[in-house]
């Protein structure tokens, strides 16, 4: 018997070791795109991080250029006894002018000096109207003063132009390129950190542009934010967990809820227009409307968050609690909210940066308007970081597109430091 | 008086309420051996009084609040000249919002006529009036509500009970808020979508094949107001959607399966998190992304091989899409491929099966449905999607599923529809809410569907 079946399983052993050796090629093929599908993935978050980046990291150094302001009081136009007032109209932007003709004396045509003039921000003349109003003693004098450079100046001091490209193809001209390296040789343009990113509202001039209004704005709505979603969300989860009882108005909120989590943020703008806004004709534009808004969007995430870190806590503790007597509420106000607090802060910092990042349901409640001033309480119209990236994304011009992406990295910034927090809550509550 | 001051007064009134009730009930008990003999403890009956005085006056605050600008308003538009009252809405709410802005001194009265004038003086006079009398009246409601409280205040009276009912009705009642919220969904979107249908045929509206709103020049010339096709949208978003999916599904599955099946745990504890950053990125992060680098880049890429790409071309917004549901789909994927029992894993590899083997032809299969409810999740999220269209797909109607030419989506056209100037009641801003309303249900039943498969599936292995 066993010679006869010698031949035939070593053919088959064979065809065996064959086929094994196909399936094994296949095994090796399969991990490979495994690896590669988390490689793809890894690939898009460094391409997306890197290019935000490298657009983004100039827009943090601002550049200046060193003038001979001669504070002529004849030029401005002022008295002697002039008053604050006349002070503050006086004709600060015809001094720059000058200045920088005299720098220049060659320039001559009307539309040379159009370029020369614009080598310097637009802002300029606001810096010296505020140098004088400070001290009144420098008319008459003559100062060296660093005036902020205009954003396509800038952008050239900055090296993101080449000189040797086409004049055609850039927005600094070749008579400009000249007398910015005239400048820089004679030493007189710097780059600084750039303050007015953090310290200005929103501007139609890429170098006077800052994210304040914005940041303000979105801690306002952020605010309300959390002023109303974390105490509904928790006590609709503590209500769920501990108190529901098992009946259909339970399952119905229950699906609510659920379903809530994954409808598109654009309808709750569209909730918030119709109903905050139309019906209950609360303020356009105000982060109370917003915060309103992202409050209910967010509500499903908390409360879904707390209810498992209600869940999570031991049951030993409620009995020990109800044992001793304890009502059922204060067995969980007294015992199981502080134990599962970590989770439910996490659940509502998780909540919170989602909010952060949103924009869509805020541009149906007008959160996009052009607003210079600084929000000072929850009804004043402002805007939100996200959308203030909306906004100056839209913008044609080179300077906006770098302080796009630096405000993005604030942005981001900020939803990192946010759950980093979360994080560490969650490991700490992982540890008890 | 202002709103936070009243709120302020009725704190207060709250907190006086409690050390009354407190003390009322000790001296209640005086001369029946103290705290003793009460059925709860001194500070619930505190509680009591403050939750009484607290509550009824804060339900009038919020309905004063929230009806005093609309009943106002009517009462000053009301008095108003017929020349006035005669015009169409929109203007009528123009001269009435200067009105109201010179009455907040946000202007000055050169801006406005004598008429105006007059008339937010009075406006004013009856917000200083209404607001004397919304404190009052809030006062007032606290004081009674408190005052019912201490009456009842007895040894035998169960404070701590009534107090912890009105606690459980409040924290019903905020958990009910969510159906309230899906309730105000429907009903905002579906009340101004049937005005939307009244003036637009639904069926023009569902089956139309043009998409192009903005040609509502004149106002007499509602009927012939540019047409209101949703098909090219709904095939746009559908595209979009679908180039997202071909991104994300196979990338998202695979990362799922290698992590789960094949990494080891340290690896998998540094990854997953990592690719999780993806779903934290703001979607406007990623429409910049899509509108200033990967469009320009799809489009010289196409161009230098000799096709013609749109500039704003779906493949673009799709891609970046994709990539954003990445995460979504691997999570979700990989709770699905845990919930399968190990002891199918085993029987498979005992049989001398490979790794592979055992994943394509046993896990797979088995994690199906719930793979298939968890990219309906993924679908329902790439049609409710926002910012990446509205900042890097078009914004004509091209009914086309070539995924190189510019297509535009539901969520592109009710931004554009609602943002900026709008007057109410054209069928162009009602139309966003008729879109809002598909959108809506489109994304319900997906949720709903997903869910129920998800759920069917857990249960089969639970």
């Not at chain 1, 399952?251 to 598109?264: G, H, K, Q, S, Y």
């Not at chain 2, 779906?314 to 549901?325: E, F, K, N, S, Y």
């Not at chain 2, 554009?416 to 966003?432: H, I, M, R, Y």
Request: aromatic residues 10%; glycine residues 8%; contains cysteine.
């Amino acid at each position: 018997m066993n010679s006869t079946n010698e031949p035939r399983r070593s053919t088959s052993s064979a065809a065996i070791q064959a086929s094994l050796k196909r399936r094994y090629a296949r095994e090796r093929r399969f991990q490979w795109y495994g690896r590669l599908a988390v490689l793809t993935g890894f690939v898009f978050l460094f391409i997306l991080l890197a290019d935000i980046v490298s657009k983004g990291y100039p827009a943090f150094t601002q550049q200046y250029i060193m003038v001979e302001v001669d504070f002529d009081k004849e030029q401005l136009g002022l008295a002697a006894d002039a008053t604050a007032e006349q002070i503050a109209d006086a004709d600060y932007l015809g001094l720059i002018k000058r200045s920088l003709r005299e720098m220049f004396p060659e320039v001559t045509s009307r539309s040379e000096k159009k370029q020369l003039y614009r080598l310097v921000s637009m802002g300029a003349e606001y810096q010296l109207r505020d140098m004088v109003m400070d001290d009144p003693g420098l008319l008459g004098q003559t100062r060296e003063i660093w005036l902020q450079a205009h954003s396509e100046a800038g952008s050239y001091l900055k090296g993101q132009v080449a000189a040797d490209s086409d004049q055609a193809d850039r927005k600094v001209k070749d008579q400009q390129v000249l007398w910015l390296d005239q400048l820089r040789a004679a030493g007189r343009t710097e780059s600084r950190f750039n303050t007015t990113f953090f310290t200005a509202g929103d501007s139609r001039e890429p170098e006077m542009a800052g994210i304040k209004v914005a940041l303000y704005g979105s801690f306002f709505t952020l605010l309300v934010t959390f002023f109303i979603a974390f105490p509904i969300g928790v006590s609709a989860a503590v209500y769920l967990e501990e108190f529901a009882p098992r009946n259909r108005l339970t399952d119905l909120i229950e699906i609510n809820i659920n379903n809530l989590a994954a409808v598109p943020s654009i309808v709750f703008g569209l909730l918030g227009l119709a109903v905050f806004i139309n019906f209950f004709e609360l303020p356009r534009s105000a982060p109370l409307v917003g915060g309103i808004v992202l409050s209910l969007m967010t509500l499903p995430t908390i409360i879904i968050t707390s209810r498992a870190a209600i869940q999570s806590v031991s049951p030993s503790i409620r009995e020990a609690a109800l044992g001793v007597g304890a009502s059922k509420l204060q067995t969980v106000f007294h015992h199981v909210l502080p134990v599962a607090m970590p989770g439910i802060l996490t659940g509502s910092i998780i909540g919170m940066a989602q909010a952060l990042g949103e924009s869509a349901p805020l541009l149906m409640i007008g959160m996009v308007a052009f607003i210079m001033d600084a929000p000072t309480g929850i009804t004043d119209p402002a805007t939100v970081l996200p959308v203030q990236i909306y906004l100056w994304a839209d913008s044609p011009e080179r300077g906006f597109t770098e302080k796009t992406s630096a405000a993005i990295m604030v942005l981001m910034g900020f939803l990192i430091v946010m759950n980093a927090l979360a994080i560490y809550l969650r490991k700490r509550f992982e540890l008890k | 008086m202002d709103t936070p001051t009243v709120f302020l007064l009725l704190i207060v009134l709250s907190i006086a309420g409690f050390f009354l009730g407190r003390r009322r009930s000790r001296t209640v008990v005086a001369g029946e051996g103290g705290a003793r003999a009460l059925h709860s403890l001194p500070k619930h009956y505190g509680y009591m009084a403050a939750l009484w005085a607290l509550l009824p006056a804060l339900g009038l605050l919020l309905l004063w609040m929230l009806f005093e600008t609309s009943i106002l308003a009517n009462i000053v538009i009301g008095e108003l000249p017929a020349s006035v009252q005669q015009l169409p809405e929109s203007e009528r709410g123009l001269y009435f919002n200067q009105v109201v802005s010179y009455a907040r001194g946000a202007v000055d009265a050169s801006q406005l006529s004598d008429v105006q004038v007059a008339a937010a003086e009075h406006y004013r006079e009856l917000l200083a009036a209404s607001g004397k009398l919304k404190a009052l009246l809030v006062a007032l409601m606290a004081v009674i509500g408190g005052l019912l409280a201490l009456r009842r205040i007895a040894p035998a009276l169960r404070a701590r009970n009534h107090v912890e009912n009105i606690f459980k009705w409040m924290l019903f009642a905020c958990s009910f808020l969510a159906v309230l919220t899906t309730l105000g969904i429907v009903l905002s979107v579906l009340f101004e979508a049937i005005r939307f249908f009244q003036k637009i045929p639904a069926t023009d509206f569902l089956f139309g094949l043009e998409w192009s709103p903005q040609m509502a020049i004149r106002p007499d010339q509602v009927a012939a107001s540019g047409s209101f096709g949703f098909v090219p949208l709904f095939v746009g978003t559908l595209l979009i959607s679908a180039v997202a999916m071909v991104i994300a599904v196979p990338v998202g599955l695979m990362s799922a399966i290698y992590l789960s099946e094949y990494a080891t745990r340290r690896f998998r504890s540094v990854t997953k998190p990592v690719l999780e950053i993806l779903a934290g990125v703001p979607t406007v992060v990623y429409g910049f992304f899509a509108a200033l680098t990967v469009a320009p880049f799809v489009r010289e890429l196409g161009e230098s091989m000799g096709l013609s790409v749109a500039s704003e071309s779906a493949l673009a917004a799709g891609l970046v899409m994709g990539i954003m549901i990445i995460p979504f789909v691997m999570s979700l994927s990989d709770d699905i491929i845990n919930a399968v029992p190990d002891t199918m894993r085993e029987a498979s590899l005992g049989m001398g099966a490979t790794m592979n083997e055992t994943i394509r032809k046993v896990l797979l299969p088995a994690a199906l449905p719930g793979i298939v409810g968890g990219i309906l999740l993924a679908v329902s999220r790439a049609i409710g999607e926002t910012m990446i269209v509205v900042m890097a797909a078009g914004l004509s109607a091209k009914l086309t599923i070539n995924p190189l030419e510019a297509v535009t989506t539901i969520t592109v056209q009710i931004v554009t529809l609602l943002v900026g100037d709008q007057e109410f009641d054209s069928p162009k801003t009602l139309a966003a809410f008729a879109l809002g309303l598909v959108l809506f249900f489109v994304t319900l039943l997906l949720n709903v569907i997903a869910l129920y498969v998800v759920r069917k599936y857990r249960e089969q292995y639970e």
